[in-house]
């Protein structure tokens, strides 16, 4: 079957191509500080589950020295000139959409209505990672739409993937960074300390305050945390499991979904969501690093209110 270590691979596979590209780039100075950085990531997804969780840690490390000390460059400049991109854009007008619709279209059908794939009696995909694997799938199906569209150097796709990610840099792990974190410390017992002083400092005894606590305590601690994937685990094994679940008897998958989604409006806010947030603005070419959080903050403050009343409404029923 088809599950997450395929998925893993198709990173792994992209990563050390970004690898490869930057290493060859004898124009850029720090080329060899690029290639070891993207070089270590794509070891963390093609044997990194085969890896004790000490090598994967001390890759870790390496990962954030060549990064801090090291350094990595800027992004290489555009192949072509921002005329010419523009006319391109002119000639092909809504059709360039085609490729990014299709990632979502495709991921949506294929998760719904042939989440498993069953082939001769047998499911081609775990049930249990069809969604991510069908995104897997749809992106690899617009990378093939695209080329057939546009018709580019076949190494096209893979420079272009090296120039966005050094633009992202070292925020593009992030993510997986901190959802390891917040792993570790569901692990370490944070969650359990975290209960603790909600039932001795904060006023848990019903069940609306309970859904507050834990909707505002995803979104402060993500904000912290520039992550809502790290703060999840830990809000949720101190507030939402005891408490809400538990001692109230809410619905544990409306429960988690929107409070993963609680979550998400801290992430609108922090610059320590520096993927989400300073990178977009730097990519923008924008004067001012927390522009687009300035921008965000309202919004996120209008869903956060609605996903409380979302949860507290619908949780219980």
């Known amino acids: 079957m088809i599950g997450l270590s395929a998925v893993f691979v198709l990173m792994g596979l992209m990563t050390a191509g970004v690898a490869i590209v930057s290493g060859r780039d004898r124009a850029n100075p720090k080329r060899l500080n690029h290639a070891a950085f993207w070089g270590l990531y794509s070891i963390t997804f093609l044997v990194g589950g085969l890896l004790p969780d000490i090598v994967n840690g001390i890759i870790v490390i390496l990962m954030a020295l060549v990064a801090g000390i090291g350094k990595l460059g800027p992004a290489p400049a555009e192949r072509n000139t921002r005329e010419e991109r523009e006319a391109s854009a002119r000639g092909w007008g809504n059709k360039l959409f085609i490729p990014a619709l299709a990632i979502p279209v495709i991921t949506v059908i294929g ?19 069809a969604t991510v694997v069908w995104l897997a799938i749809a ?17 096209t796709p893979i420079v272009e993937a ?3 990610w050094d633009a992202v840099g070292w925020a593009a792990v992030l993510p997986q960074m901190l959802a390891a974190l917040g792993a570790v410390f569901a ?3 944070v969650g359990k300390i975290v209960a603790e ?24 601690l993500t904000a912290l945390m520039g992550n809502a994937f790290a703060a999840f685990p830990v809000m949720t094994a101190g507030i939402a499991l005891p408490l809400i679940v538990q001692r109230f008897g809410g619905n544990v998958v409306v429960v988690t979904a929107v409070g993963m989604l609680s979550g998400f409006c801290g992430t609108l806010t922090t610059p320590l969501a520096a993927n989400f947030n300073i990178v977009p603005a730097r990519l923008l070419e924008l004067p001012d690093d927390n522009a687009v959080i300035r921008v965000q903050i309202p919004t ?8 409380t009343v979302i949860m507290y409404f619908f949780a219980y029923r």
């Open 111 to 129: 998760a719904n209505y042939f989440k498993a794939l069953p082939v001769g009696g047998r499911n081609l995909i775990d049930p249990r990672d």
């Open 162 to 164: 090296r120039r966005l």
């Open 139 to 155: 992106t690899v199906a617009a990378l093939i739409i695209g080329l057939a569209m546009l018709r580019p150097h076949l190494s």
């Open 197 to 220: 002083l909600g039932d001795r400092y904060l006023p848990l005894g019903t069940p609306l305050a309970a859904v507050i606590a834990y909707t505002f305590g995803m979104a402060l």
């Open 187 to 189: 692990i370490a017992g």
């Open 300 to 307: 996120a403050l209008a869903l956060l209110l609605a996903n």
